[in-house]
């Protein structure tokens, strides 16, 4: 059974920081997209941050460029999302996808959704 595990959501003030988790099971991740979206309320979900599993490509949304750091642990098939600076504008609910290719990751077809952790930023 293929799941992905978020955590680390939460409530910060503006200027705080957060770290989230992605932790993957039950399938194999060593080729594929993985990262996140976020959903504001009465928003779309938007594409916020990506990475290549093992390496070679990263993608960040331009509102959160410079703030924002994707990172993996390979041995543990789990996907990080270091926020800073976190704004008001970043309140959303935050969903780890994976897809094997990339354009599809960013379109959000993901082959696999989490289940969504909160955050809010209160200013």
């Known amino acids: 059974q293929v799941q992905l595990v978020e955590s680390g959501g939460g409530s910060v003030q503006a200027g705080g920081s957060l770290r989230l988790s992605c932790a993957a099971s039950g399938y194999t991740f060593r080729t594929n997209i993985m990262g996140w979206y976020r959903q504001a309320p009465g928003k779309e979900r938007e594409a916020i941050a990506a990475l290549a599993i093992g390496g070679g490509y990263t993608y960040y949304a331009d509102s959160v460029k410079g703030r924002f750091t994707i990172s993996q642990d390979n041995g543990k098939d789990t996907v990080y999302l270091q926020m800073t600076s976190l704004k008001p504008e970043d309140t959303g609910t935050y969903y780890c996808?994976?897809?094997?290719?990339?354009?599809?990751?960013?379109?959000?077809?993901?082959?696999?959704w989490g289940q969504g952790t909160q955050v809010t930023v209160s200013s």
């Open positions: 996808g994976v897809h094997p290719l990339r354009a599809s990751w960013l379109r959000g077809e993901m082959l696999y």
